[in-house]
């Protein structure tokens, strides 16, 4: 039977590594195709973007040649969803087919407007403390003043694109079902905050939220690719 593509975007200074643990919880049928944005990985050398608008079409230009191959679908956690809304935005505005479902995970969608802190301004000392009480990157970066310093620029562009992303209101219907995740103690946003996504799609709107803060994902990774493996294999 036919593969169904699964195109994984990161978090702020996240890599495509995030999602390589998936593989060995994914259904036989579904195919991992995490995707690594620029300054970081296999693209260290590359510069960071400059808006979202930047990142959307680079990543856009990356995954092009397979949106024609087979059915696929996104997922992304926090930057990442407004990346995948963005995203699609555009593939759908194209002659190509359209994804078979979306996951979007920590994030608020984007008519929801919030006085963003603008973190990516903040000294770096601030910045630190910022990032340090959000949890979610690896303690040992913060012990090692090389790693510090390749990282926190990186973070900051992250922060910066996400922090001027100007959203354009816009009637759209993704005509795709949506499943979102949420973290119950996440104080960046709420379940009824993440059940605003469904204005985007008249298909079916899953929410399931889990114990933890705002990385979630990283402790409740195999329910997530469970209920992942049993949407996608229904719809596919």
């Given amino acids: 039977m036919e593969k169904i593509k699964l195109f994984c975007?990161?978090?702020a200074g996240g890599s495509a590594t995030i999602y390589h643990q998936w593989k060995k919880y994914l259904h036989h049928r579904i195919q991992l195709c995490p995707v690594e944005l620029a300054?970081?990985?296999?693209?260290?050398?590359?510069?960071?973007?400059?808006?979202?608008?930047?990142?959307?079409?680079d990543i856009y230009q990356s995954i092009k040649p397979e949106l024609n191959t087979a059915s696929?679908?996104?997922?992304?956690?926090?930057?990442?969803?407004?990346?995948?809304?963005?995203?699609?935005?555009?593939?759908?505005?194209?002659p190509h087919p359209r994804p078979v479902h979306l996951f979007l995970s920590g994030r608020y969608p984007p008519h929801i407007i919030k006085r963003e802190k603008n973190y990516h301004q903040l000294p770096d000392d601030e910045f630190k403390s910022e990032i340090i009480k959000m949890g979610g990157?690896?303690?040992?970066?913060?012990?090692?003043?090389?790693?510090?310093?390749i990282f926190l620029p990186l973070l900051r562009a992250d922060y910066k694109i996400i922090e001027t992303y100007q959203y354009t209101p816009e009637d759209l219907d993704f005509n795709c079902g949506i499943t979102l995740f949420n973290g119950k103690a996440d104080q960046e946003v709420s379940g009824d905050e993440m059940l605003?996504?469904?204005?985007?799609?008249?298909?079916?709107?899953?929410l399931y939220e889990f114990e933890g803060g705002h990385f979630f994902i990283h402790e409740h990774m195999e329910d997530i690719v469970e209920i992942i493996n049993n949407t996608l294999i229904k719809t596919g």
């Fill in 9 to 11: 975007l990161p978090y």
């Fill in 196 to 206: 605003e996504w469904r204005r985007y799609s008249q298909a079916e709107c899953r």
């Fill in 137 to 149: 990157t690896p303690p040992e970066v913060f012990e090692h003043h090389e790693l510090l310093a």
């Fill in 72 to 94: 696929y679908s996104f997922f992304g956690h926090s930057m990442g969803s407004i990346l995948v809304y963005e995203l699609v935005r555009k593939i759908n505005a194209l």
């Fill in 39 to 57: 300054g970081r990985g296999k693209r260290f050398s590359e510069n960071c973007y400059d808006s979202l608008a930047d990142a959307v079409c």
